[in-house]
């Protein structure tokens, strides 16, 4: 059993600090939620709106937000047209935990590594919220689509951007990347 251990111990470590990560992110993000009342909204899913109205202000005049008055969301209005609500499940923080838990997985050095948790969750939330803009005009032309744009295709452009990274990650940065130099 020992010899197992030792042969597979690059995994096994990968695996428990993974996990170890992902566990006290979702910990810790999870009081953060639980500090809030019940019907209100969290401050992070606020400005994801936030920035999604400003992004679709861009492109349309007749583009807000207005927080509902009884649940914790936001509803989006395309062309004064109510087509999307902007939840909690809405502002990428579940999918960043998961884009830190695996680069902290496969750690490099400490100042690389922190750098690029910075700048990939950056990326994640920007791409995030023109996600959110673009799905919400998708809906307003295709509306009939809405099922296939929200459950398929835009999940798999985000998780789609999150592999990149960590393919990035693993290649480049991590200590498990090709060190030879041609």
């Avoid at 979702?26 to 992070?44: A, G, K, V």
């Avoid at 809405?90 to 490099?108: D, E, H, K, R, Y």
């Avoid at 590594?113 to 990939?120: A, D, M, R, S, V």
């Amino acid at each position: 059993m020992k010899k197992y251990f030792i042969l597979y111990k690059p995994f096994l470590l990968f695996l428990g600090t993974f996990f170890l990560t992902y566990i006290v992110l979702t910990f810790l993000y999870q009081r953060y939620l639980n500090s809030f009342e019940e019907n209100e909204m969290d401050s992070i899913t606020r400005i994801v709106s936030d920035n999604t109205e400003q992004v679709m202000r861009l492109f349309n005049n007749q583009s807000y937000i207005k927080k509902s008055e009884i649940h914790p969301y936001m509803k989006l209005f395309f062309n004064d047209k109510y087509v999307a609500r902007i939840v909690e499940g809405c502002n990428a923080v579940s999918v960043i935990i998961l884009f830190i838990s695996f680069v902290v997985a496969f750690s490099g050095k400490l100042k690389i590594t922190l750098l690029f948790i910075f700048g990939g969750s950056l990326l994640i939330y920007v791409l995030n919220v023109l996600r959110i803009a673009a799905l919400s005009a998708l809906i307003f032309y295709f509306p009939k689509q809405e099922p296939f744009l929200h459950g398929v295709l835009f999940p798999l452009y985000i998780y789609g951007v999150v592999f990149m990274l960590w393919l990035i990650w693993v290649r480049n940065f991590s200590r498990y990347a090709s060190k030879d130099t041609k």
